[in-house]
């Protein structure tokens, strides 16, 4: 009888804000430590929170994209512990009344993982351990973040993973964070336990603060191993929290203080109560950008596969290019010319991300339906493309400066009678049964039109003219 | 008559400069402060650079506000950029604000000029101002009588005329119980009326800052220049705040005072007799007396202490030595070790104390049956009041249960120290404005004072009413040290 | 009253340490507030707890950047820092 894995995250996502969630310092620090600070963020006695709109917009189309619903009565509540990192000696969060309640993301199989909560509370500094001493900067103190609880949903790791990258690309699409574990604007608390089928919840190890998928792949692994060798010889769990190791992929009980901490949440008392109107959420309904889901589902209604739907949302700025593209172009010539060529210039998935290219997706468009409609063929297409990307300039502009003029239907009759007369070989070799004889003399007729002329076309007409001569 | 206006007509007539003016106020320091102690930092430099500003701007702008000019004092616990901002504490004594309150910016905008820093007890919990670092203040009418807490040394420097007006701080009476002892006037805003930006936090559901003013009309002129909407702090009302100044009528006919016996049990005999004399002198006015019940007042002070302090020990977590204040010189094993040391040695033991109860009233096994209950609690009395002010416009109590007491006395046990809270706590714990204004004379010339409690946002009426009496029955006291205030 | 052991935690939570002596009068000064404040156990209510005044969130705060401390100033009153970090010597003395 094997053990089913049970898994849930708690996902702290920091918002892209310009400023943090409550006082008025950029979040975008640059490289010198305490340069966004201000006494709010180191907790100077007689300073208070002032909450940023921004933060509760973000986190409301973070459960509008999830499904959740939208809490209307939100207030702060204060988690009071001790840490260099944090200020104040409490972290203001959510407690009581998260912002959003009661979503879920659908995975591919269609298995629903059901969202507890979102809510918002700040993020704390960073520390730097160097010999005896710890150097602490407060850049990222106060950053605002959302934190995402799901339910103990996922059983398996190839889950975890989609539950994940599919968080991951809601959340880059309705552009609230840039979600990159690896810079840490998202980080993640595994919960996993194990249990039979039919018996009740098995006790639960935390791993906090993962910061790689293929890390918390590793950690799951580990994890549900050890719960289940522990079972079958009769040891004993504890419900505590544990340390990925890198080193070997294994993981460590932490020390029990932060086990067993009671954090004594009460209201904030320097913060009101906020109300949440219907008109405040349906004006951030109303300006969402179009979810991941939706937009894969368009681009396989038109004819797409699942890889190439799947690379094209993979950024929000790709998709929107494509999708102002498919408009008017061809979107299956279209889709190979990004996922091809332009891919290929942009070789770092950063340069992706940010999909800076010179052509404009109507340009793009145009030369996908020149292509189509046989005006030009692929192969002057893919030149056409590699100047236009250089360059900038339209493919008409490319074709009549590169002297890649159209080749008209009568001056191709020409070609090809000249290339008949002057292949007689290949012609007699031909009309003697071997067929392959012809691609010499195609050869010829693609060579003297600089390869402007479309080959198949080409072929037609040479057995057609040959035909007519026989 | 108003200290303020009276300076400010000299002022704008020219009959003295702001620099004149603040150097006498100066040597007036020099002169009593050794003996009161009020003042912990004195400023003479920043004071005539302020100054001397306010007689530029005086040469060019006759109708500036009142206040340019005048000088002041500021307890401890405001902030100025720049300056020491100790709480009279261990912890922060060599701690300099990097911003200015903004009450604090309200009136230096209107050309107040700072004297220095008065006395309080440490970090603003006391009722006697004897538990800083720089020694008690004393009280101008007995030396050695306490001035009151926490904000004695506001109403030391205020009774004995080394201030024109102060700017105190209130979460369980700092400011009403010290005027009371020092025979001055203290206001103490609803609550979200003045911006809380840069006051040091004690508690932050009832702390407020609140001017202390030796007339009604000055506490109405400062109140109105420190009142407002702050985007610092969101706790504060974004309403129009009607200039109480302006309300100042004197007149009381059909004002229902409301007297409740709760307030009267636990007080002095002289004190009633003085409060009661005021309710007659109320009625000879053609004001109403209407008795008034608040079934759960006698909660109100076990609630203010778990709730008070519950916040003062989150609001405390922050002093590690890290980014600020005392660090402490023993070896240390971790960083625990470290901040446990610095706590230790930086804080006094009343807020040890403090801080210890608040954590136990908050934690997961408590938290129901203290803090959430006492919450639960805070409604009822609120409750009470507001059923109370719909008979009534305002209520009429002592201050405090007696004239100031010796600056030697140790109550039997802390809990009896509360009850001298009786009448002034519960203002805090439900947001409401409170007035405290002297309306007698004790045994031995000590000041005696009364409270007028109103709903919220009654400033202008409490003010008036305050100002209706104080101008045919100011009691007549003489502080045994100090100065009248003519110049 | 209160128990040796719940004070010790208390008194960890808190990060302040105290002398024997000084154990026995703040447990006693302890108990003595919470017998004062246990009062509120007789009291019966209906009502909820107390909740601070609403806002819009309209209301809140713009997302515009403001001005940031410069770091000399910010560190002037932890001795200096470092570098622009504050720092702490994790054990030994402060220097």
Request: hydrophobic content about 35%; glycine content about 6%; some cysteine.
């Amino acid at each position: 009888m094997t053990y089913n894995l049970v898994c849930g995250f708690e996902t702290h996502v920091e918002l892209s804000t310009k400023t943090k969630i409550f006082c008025s310092c950029p979040t975008d620090f640059g490289d010198e430590p305490n340069s966004h600070v201000c006494p709010k963020c180191i907790a100077e006695p007689g300073t208070l929170p002032v909450v940023n709109k921004q933060t509760f917009i973000y986190a409301i189309r973070a459960g509008l994209a999830t499904n959740c619903t939208i809490s209307r009565i939100v207030h702060f509540d204060r988690k009071n512990y001790t840490y260099p990192d944090l200020p104040k000696a409490y972290q203001l969060t959510q407690f009581t009344e998260p912002i959003c309640i009661g979503g879920h993301i659908k995975l591919d199989s269609g298995k629903i993982i059901r969202i507890n909560r979102i809510h918002l509370e700040e993020d704390a500094g960073k520390l730097i351990h160097r010999g005896e001493y710890t150097f602490i900067d407060y850049n990222r103190g106060a950053v605002p973040l959302i934190e995402i609880v799901t339910e103990p949903d996922i059983s398996s790791i190839s889950e975890a993973r989609e539950y994940l990258e599919k968080l991951q690309l809601i959340l880059r699409h309705i552009e609230v964070s840039d979600c990159k574990m690896e810079e840490g604007s998202m980080r993640c608390d595994v919960n996993i336990s194990v249990n039979k089928t039919g018996e009740k919840l098995g006790t639960r190890s935390e791993i906090k603060n993962m910061n790689s998928l293929s890390f918390i792949e590793k950690a799951i692994a580990y994890e549900y191993s050890r719960h289940v060798s522990a079972i079958q010889n009769g040891e004993m769990l504890y419900q505590e929290t544990r340390r990925f190791n890198e080193s070997d992929g294994s993981t460590s009980a932490m020390r029990e203080k932060e086990n067993a901490q009671d954090y004594r949440y009460y209201d904030d008392p320097d913060i009101p109560t906020i109300i949440i109107e219907e008109s405040f959420i349906e004006s951030i309904k109303r300006s969402l950008p179009e979810l991941p889901i939706d937009i894969r589902n368009r681009y396989l209604n038109i004819g797409l596969s699942v890889s190439e739907a799947d690379l094209l949302i993979k950024y929000k700025k790709v998709a929107d290019y494509f999708s102002e593209a498919i408009k008017t172009g061809d979107p299956k010539i279209l889709s190979n010319y990004i996922l091809g060529e332009i891919f290929r210039l942009l070789e770092t998935e950063a340069k992706k991300e940010i999909f800076d290219i010179l052509v404009s997706p109507v340009q793009l468009s145009s030369l996908s339906n020149a292509q189509k409609s046989g005006k030009i063929n692929a192969q002057l297409a893919k030149k056409a493309l590699s100047e236009m990307l250089k360059s900038g300039k339209s493919w008409e502009t490319f074709i009549s400066e590169s002297d890649l003029q159209e080749i008209s239907d009568n001056e191709l009759i020409s070609y090809c009678k000249e290339a008949i007369e002057n292949n007689s070989n290949a012609l007699s070799d031909y009309l003697s049964g071997k067929e392959k004889a012809l691609k010499a003399i195609l050869g010829y007729v693609m060579k003297k039109t600089k390869g402007k002329v479309n080959p198949e076309k080409t072929e037609k007409l040479l057995i057609e003219l040959i035909t007519k001569k026989g | 008559m108003s200290k303020i206006l009276y300076y400010s007509n000299l002022l704008k007539t020219g009959k003295i400069s702001s620099s004149e003016l603040t150097k006498i106020y100066l040597d007036r320091i020099e002169k009593l402060n050794p003996k009161l102690n009020a003042y912990i930092r004195v400023l003479p430099e920043y004071a005539l650079a302020q100054a001397s500003k306010c007689d530029e701007i005086l040469s060019k702008d006759k109708s500036s506000s009142p206040l340019t000019g005048v000088p002041m004092a500021l307890k401890d616990n405001l902030s100025v950029v720049g300056l020491h901002t100790t709480c009279c504490s261990k912890m922060l004594e060599n701690f300099k604000s990097t911003f200015t309150a903004s009450a604090v910016k309200k009136l230096f905008d209107k050309g107040a000029v700072m004297l220095g820093k008065t006395n309080l007890d440490e970090f603003a919990m006391g009722s006697y101002c004897n538990t800083g670092i720089f020694g008690p203040a004393r009280n101008p009418y007995d030396l050695e009588k306490s001035p009151g807490g926490s904000s004695g040394g506001n109403a030391s420097a205020v009774s004995a005329g080394i201030a024109p007006y102060t700017l105190g701080t209130d979460t369980g009476g700092s400011t009403r119980q010290p005027a009371s002892y020092c025979g001055i006037v203290a206001l103490k805003p609803t609550y979200g009326s003045v911006s809380r930006y840069g006051l040091l936090t004690l508690a932050s559901s009832f702390d407020q800052i609140a001017p202390m003013t030796s007339t009604v009309t000055d506490c109405a002129i400062v109140y109105d220049a420190i009142c407002g909407h702050d985007p610092d702090d969101m706790m504060t009302f974004k309403r129009k705040y009607e200039p109480t100044y302006s309300q100042l009528s004197g007149e009381v006919k059909r004002l229902r005072i409301g007297i409740s016996d709760d307030f009267l049990s636990s007080s002095s005999e002289e004190t009633i007799e003085s409060v009661m004399k005021a309710v007659d002198f109320y009625v000879s006015k053609g004001a109403e007396i209407v008795k008034v019940k608040l079934p759960h007042i006698k909660y109100a002070l076990p609630i203010y202490y778990i709730l008070g302090c519950a916040e003062i020990s989150s609001n405390f977590g922050r002093f590690d030595g890290i980014r600020y204040g005392y660090k402490t010189s023993l070896q240390y094993k971790d960083i625990d070790d470290m901040i446990t040391k610095t706590r230790t040695e930086g804080l006094g033991k009343d807020i040890k104390r403090r801080i210890m109860l608040g954590i136990y009233f908050l934690s997961k096994q408590n938290y129901k049956e203290y803090f959430q209950k006492a919450s639960m609690m805070r409604n009822e009395l609120i409750r009470d009041f507001s059923n109370a002010f719909e008979t009534c416009d305002l209520i009429l109590s002592p201050t405090s249960p007696t004239s100031a007491v010796s600056l030697d006395f140790t109550p039997e046990t802390i809990v009896e120290k509360y009850y001298a809270d009786a009448c002034v706590a519960p203002a805090n714990l439900c947001g409401l404005p409170a007035l405290a204004l002297p309306c007698g004379i004790g045994q031995n010339g000590m000041p005696i004072g009364m409270q007028l409690m109103g709903p919220n946002f009654s400033e202008g009426t409490l003010l008036n009413a305050g100002y209706a009496f104080e101008k045919e029955c100011k009691p007549e006291l003489k502080p045994s040290i100090g100065v009248n205030y003519d110049l | 009253m209160l128990t040796r052991e719940e004070f010790n935690s208390i008194a960890e939570y808190a990060l302040i340490s105290f002398s024997d002596k000084e154990s026995l009068e703040m447990m006693k000064d302890m108990s003595e507030v919470i017998n004062f404040a246990n009062k509120v156990k007789e009291a019966h209510t209906d009502l909820p707890t107390y909740k601070s005044r609403s806002i819009s969130a309209e209301e809140l705060r713009d997302d515009i950047p403001g001005e940031c401390t410069p770091v000399d100033l910010l560190l002037s009153n932890s001795g200096g820092g470092e570098d622009g970090f504050f720092v702490i010597k994790r054990r030994g003395k402060n220097e």
